[in-house]
């Protein structure tokens, strides 16, 4: 079996297991796990109670992974996220106790109720799998992804993410509430069993060499990187925009697409694959102006049209 498809069948066996417990949201089951292939980091945004947090739950059980969640809340201190030193009187010395973040899936809930200063404590471990306390490094164990949450319509006692950090995301991903159809059958799913029960798919170690396997050997051909520089170049050019995406940018779609490849049985990348990343991944990236703002413009509509204007050079 190549990995490819190796790839392709623990993301089958994943979602029959998630879909025990969840209803509708593919997609988003499908962008989280191809997020973690791709060692990036996810933001999930949507109203209470459409089981965001239990979907990262159920995703950590579906590989046997250290889960953990924490709560955000104004109160919280950047220690109570990375861990730090605590003094022994034993050995008259100070000992470094680990937080919550040495884990390999962290649940951040409501990560915009907590002020810059603790929102920061995640910047390294996102970006250098590592915490620094003092004049010591600890490693964050392998794989780690962030799944945050935050509430889009709140708008009492929440600090918004700074654009230095929400940039350090993959990719945010809207979560909406069942229709009619999968509110029923959520119904009648909680009706028989709250919370059923879930069977181990894979291990994180599999995982692990799955990241690697899938730099490695799925194809990303010149035609593919042109048409994804293409459609972030273009939005750099475009007035109903004060910031268009930075390079970081074009590396998620890249990453990301070689993983969403994989889970779909490829080893090579389809301009469809790009296409239907490109909302999540470039969501949070592009800043409207104050004109396009009051204009009421929205950032899905430039999206869509970035996507019908921009073509692939054959």
Same mark, same amino acid.
């Given at each position: 079996?190549?990995?490819?498809?190796?790839?392709?069948?623990?993301?089958?066996?994943?979602?029959?297991?998630?879909?025990?417990?969840?209803?509708?949201?593919?997609?988003?089951?499908?962008?989280?796990?191809?997020?973690?292939?791709?060692?990036?980091?996810?933001?999930?945004?949507?109203?209470?109670?459409?089981?965001?947090?239990?979907?990262?739950?159920?995703?950590?059980?579906?590989?046997?992974?250290?889960?953990?969640?924490?709560?955000?809340?104004?109160?919280?201190?950047?220690?109570?996220?990375?861990?730090?030193?605590?003094?022994?009187?034993?050995?008259?010395?100070?000992?470094?106790?680990?937080?919550?973040?040495?884990?390999?899936?962290?649940?951040?809930?409501?990560?915009?109720?907590?002020?810059?200063?603790?929102?920061?404590?995640?910047?390294?471990?996102?970006?250098?799998?590592?915490?620094?306390?003092?004049?010591?490094?600890?490693?964050?164990?392998?794989?780690?992804?962030?799944?945050?949450?935050?509430?889009?319509?709140?708008?009492?006692?929440?600090?918004?993410?700074?654009?230095?950090?929400?940039?350090?995301?993959?990719?945010?991903?809207?979560?909406?509430?069942?229709?009619?159809?999968?509110?029923?059958?959520?119904?009648?799913?909680?009706?028989?069993?709250?919370?059923?029960?879930?069977?181990?798919?894979?291990?994180?170690?599999?995982?692990?060499?799955?990241?690697?396997?899938?730099?490695?050997?799925?194809?990303?051909?010149?035609?593919?990187?042109?048409?994804?520089?293409?459609?972030?170049?273009?939005?750099?050019?475009?007035?109903?925009?004060? /910031?268009?995406? !930075? %390079?970081?940018?074009? $590396?998620?779609?890249?990453?990301? =697409?070689?993983? &969403?490849?994989? *889970?779909?049985?490829?080893?090579?990348?389809?301009?469809?694959?790009?296409?239907?990343?490109?909302?999540?991944?470039?969501?949070?990236? /592009?800043?409207? !102006? %104050?004109?396009?703002? $009051?204009?009421?413009?929205?950032? =899905?509509?430039? &999206?869509?049209? *970035?996507?019908?204007?921009?073509?692939?050079?054959?």
């Amino acid at each position: 079996m190549t990995k490819v498809n190796e790839a392709k069948d623990i993301f089958e066996n994943i979602m029959g297991e998630m879909r025990k417990r969840i209803v509708q949201n593919e997609n988003v089951i499908e962008l989280m796990f191809a997020t973690m292939l791709a060692g990036g980091h996810c933001l999930l945004e949507g109203v209470p109670g459409i089981a965001k947090t239990l979907m990262a739950s159920t995703l950590a059980e579906t590989m046997k992974m250290d889960f953990t969640r924490i709560q955000f809340t104004s109160d919280m201190m950047p220690t109570d996220i990375s861990g730090g030193l605590i003094f022994e009187r034993e050995t008259s010395s100070f000992s470094f106790f680990k937080g919550p973040v040495f884990t390999n899936i962290l649940l951040a809930d409501e990560i915009n109720r907590s002020p810059p200063k603790t929102q920061s404590a995640l910047l390294e471990a996102m970006q250098e799998r590592q915490v620094s306390v003092g004049q010591e490094t600890h490693k964050l164990p392998e794989p780690f992804i962030v799944i945050a949450t935050q509430n889009p319509i709140e708008l009492t006692g929440v600090y918004p993410l700074p654009e230095a950090q929400i940039d350090r995301f993959l990719v945010k991903i809207p979560v909406y509430p069942p229709d009619l159809e999968g509110e029923i059958a959520m119904l009648k799913m909680k009706k028989v069993k709250m919370f059923a029960d879930i069977e181990q798919v894979t291990d994180q170690n599999t995982i692990s060499k799955l990241k690697h396997e899938i730099e490695k050997d799925v194809v990303v051909s010149d035609q593919i990187m042109e048409y994804i520089s293409n459609l972030v170049v273009a939005t750099r050019s475009i007035p109903s925009l004060s /910031l268009g995406s !930075s %390079p970081r940018g074009s $590396i998620a779609l890249m990453t990301l =697409s070689r993983a &969403i490849a994989a *889970i779909r049985g490829r080893d090579y990348i389809e301009p469809d694959d790009i296409k239907s990343i490109f909302f999540p991944v470039m969501n949070h990236r /592009l800043i409207l !102006s %104050p004109e396009a703002e $009051i204009e009421q413009i929205r950032v =899905s509509e430039i &999206i869509e049209n *970035i996507l019908s204007e921009v073509h692939v050079v054959i």
